[in-house]
């Protein structure tokens, strides 16, 4: 199973765009790139997959390189809502691992 | 759809009682999955299930047994409780895409053992 390896906490203001760098240096051929986001006392909740290229959909793009190793989720313009926990997690069918995820605190 | 339920919401044991988590899920989803969650740390998986009278080993499954009698439900027992099975337990579910599943998670169970 492929590790992930992110920033254990990030800070930002309203209004700015977020990009949470996750490293993932043995994924596999099959493995897809999601992201999860959890607030406190809920379960997490899925935000954005993929496997190359650049995903976007209504609340965050993924951003990931040719050789895969790395990927980038971006939140444009966040507020103190999208203060969370942020997961990244790679792999293929149910053989997936959850980290420790990144700790965003938006700041007014 | 209820989407993924789980009871109780908060349970209080004394060390070396047994008691059961349930998870239910409206979704017809085949997998299902118990995470434990402690504070600070991320998700660690305990048991999953990929259908009805199936179930495998996670991460960290000692302490813990599951089952998957129906295929909208998935139990977790604990059969002698410890302060060390002190946390927070989710239940997910998901339906295999042949790719990375989405996993659509309850609002967890707060289990604490004294």
């Known amino acids: 199973l492929a590790k992930t390896t992110q920033p254990i906490s990030m800070d930002s203001y309203e209004g700015q765009e977020v990009n949470i760098t996750c490293s993932h240096n043995?994924?596999?051929?099959?493995?897809?790139i999601t992201w999860y986001q959890q607030f406190p006392s809920q379960g997490p909740r899925f935000i954005i997959q993929?496997?190359?290229t650049k995903v976007t959909n209504e609340v965050a793009s993924l951003f990931i390189p040719a050789d895969r190793k790395s990927s980038t989720l971006s939140l444009p313009r966040v507020s103190l809502s999208d203060t969370a926990v942020y997961y990244c997690?790679?792999?293929?069918?149910?053989?997936?691992?959850f980290g420790k995820g990144t700790r965003l605190h938006i700041l007014p | 759809n209820a989407g993924v339920t789980q009871t109780p919401k908060f349970r209080v044991l004394k060390t070396g009682q047994s008691m059961t988590l349930l998870c239910a899920q409206d979704?017809?989803?085949?997998?299902m999955y118990w995470y434990r969650q402690d504070p600070g740390m991320g998700l660690r998986l305990i048991h999953y299930?990929?259908?009805?009278?199936?179930?495998a080993k996670g991460e960290v499954p000692d302490g813990y047994n599951v089952s998957r009698l129906k295929k909208q439900n998935f139990l977790l027992g604990l059969e002698s409780a410890a302060p060390s099975q002190t946390s927070v337990y989710f239940c997910?579910?998901?339906?295999?895409?042949?790719?990375?599943?989405?996993?659509?998670f309850g609002p967890g169970t707060r289990l604490t053992v004294l």
């Open positions: 997910a579910s998901s339906y295999p895409t042949g790719g990375s599943d989405e996993q659509f």
């Open positions: 043995n994924i596999a051929t099959n493995d897809y």
């Open positions: 993929g496997y190359k």
């Open positions: 997690l790679v792999g293929y069918d149910d053989k997936i691992i």
């Open positions: 979704m017809n989803h085949e997998y």
């Open positions: 299930s990929v259908g009805e009278g199936t179930t």
